[in-house]
């Protein structure tokens, strides 16, 4: 945990962490995360795509690898946990095992970009993992002109050579340590439990145009106020999505043209994020919430643009692993939908993956307030002990 916070204060904010993809501040982070992978005995390395790589041979290297990691980038204004606790308790993991010869490498990696800040992108380090990555990605800006390709060069690598980040092996498997982000846990008085589902995700922006005009001089019937219009709307996703148990609809970003108390807006962009566990569910949630944004527009007189953003499928984790967990643990692990997006729901589809969420106190992620409990990442790392001692017994 100290570790954690020693790294929140590596970032590019003067007070508070923001850490993006391939920044000065991850440089610094990388010195300090390799310094701590070296000391537990790894060979260290950064991949052409940023990810930073750790290595810990096993009995015969290079035959068999089993993957440990998070993601070491952060949203702004951000906690100490997110993504960075599964780095470093891997780590922790790795300093217990350094001497006992295993029948597989371990590898560490931090991944360089899973929040999708720099350059509104999520997942860029485990696609480039599992060979997702093309070239168009190069050519994506930062909100300074900088594309990707010149922050792989910036970071003294080299965009061409991306390919080569990718795995060129099937692991035996991958580990995600990481904090709820959510109040499930807390509310149920359990410390840990295991991922069983990484909820689906649609993403969209919504333009709703009507028309500016003078505040004080348009009667209210004869007014196409598109923030109105929008607020209608807002209200809809509001009303529908406890419709369907278990989805979640939100709209967290909202911008007004002109934006001036004296004038009627004329623009306004929305975005709409929802997640559910069942894609047919989502979709058809978001079918139903584009269709009421067209009634809204056509009663008020404006027009409604929808543009998809992304649309990621539910992913199921591995049941093999889940059971290992379980069994790892001295405690029954409650099982968990997650409603928030991690590496592993990138790596699943590829590499037999887990992950153990430990209890966020408060609910509370994305968030300077954001904390663990320490005796809840004592007992994740007895898990994570004993979870190795298992695969290690069945390849030897």
């Known amino acids: 945990m100290a570790r954690c916070r020693e790294l929140a204060a590596m970032s590019e904010m003067p007070s508070g962490t923001l850490r993006t993809y391939l920044s000065p501040a991850m440089k610094r982070c990388y010195e300090i995360v390799g310094q701590w992978m070296e000391s537990a005995g790894m060979r260290v390395s950064v991949d052409p795509a940023g990810n930073l790589r750790g290595i810990l041979p096993g009995a015969e290297p290079g035959k068999r690898v089993f993957i440990l990691g998070s993601h070491l980038d952060t949203v702004r204004d951000a906690g100490a946990f997110d993504g960075i606790l599964g780095v470093v308790m891997a780590i922790a993991i790795v300093e217990n095992y350094r001497r006992k010869n295993l029948p597989f490498d371990i590898e560490v990696i931090g991944f360089a970009e899973e929040e999708g800040v720099r350059f509104g992108m999520p997942f860029i380090g485990s696609k480039a993992l599992v060979g997702l990555l093309d070239e168009q990605m190069l050519f994506r800006t930062d909100a300074h002109g900088i594309t990707v390709a010149q922050a792989i060069r910036d970071f003294g690598l080299d965009p061409e050579a991306i390919a080569g980040a990718a795995l060129k092996t099937t692991p035996l498997g991958f580990l995600e340590f990481h904090i709820e982000q959510g109040p499930v846990l807390e509310a149920e008085g359990e410390p840990v439990g295991v991922v069983e589902t990484i909820a689906g995700q649609s993403r969209a922006s919504l333009k709703f145009i009507g028309s500016a005009n003078h505040a004080g001089t348009t009667p209210m019937h004869l007014r196409h106020d598109a923030l109105a219009g929008a607020a209608m709307w807002i209200a809809t996703v509001e009303r529908l999505a406890p419709l369907n148990p278990g989805m979640v609809a939100t709209v967290g970003k909202i911008d007004a043209y002109p934006n001036v108390a004296n004038v009627i807006p004329g623009e306004v962009t929305v975005s709409l994020d929802v997640r559910h566990a069942n894609d047919e569910v989502r979709k058809i949630a978001c079918q139903d919430l584009r269709l009421g944004a067209t009634m809204i527009a056509k009663d008020r007189g404006l027009k409604v643009e929808w543009a998809n953003l992304l ?64 005796k809840d990442a004592d007992l994740a790392l007895k898990i994570g002990y004993r979870f190795i001692e298992s695969m290690s017994a069945e390849y030897k």
């Open 311 to 374: 649309d990621q499928k539910a992913v199921w984790l591995d049941e093999p692993l889940i059971q290992r967990l379980q069994a790892a643990s001295p405690r029954t692990l409650r099982r968990m939908v997650s409603g928030a997006g991690h590496d592993a729901m990138i790596l699943a589809p590829h590499i037999p993956s887990a992950m153990l969420f430990l209890r966020s106190p408060g609910g509370v992620s994305h968030h300077p307030a954001e904390s663990v409990k320490p």
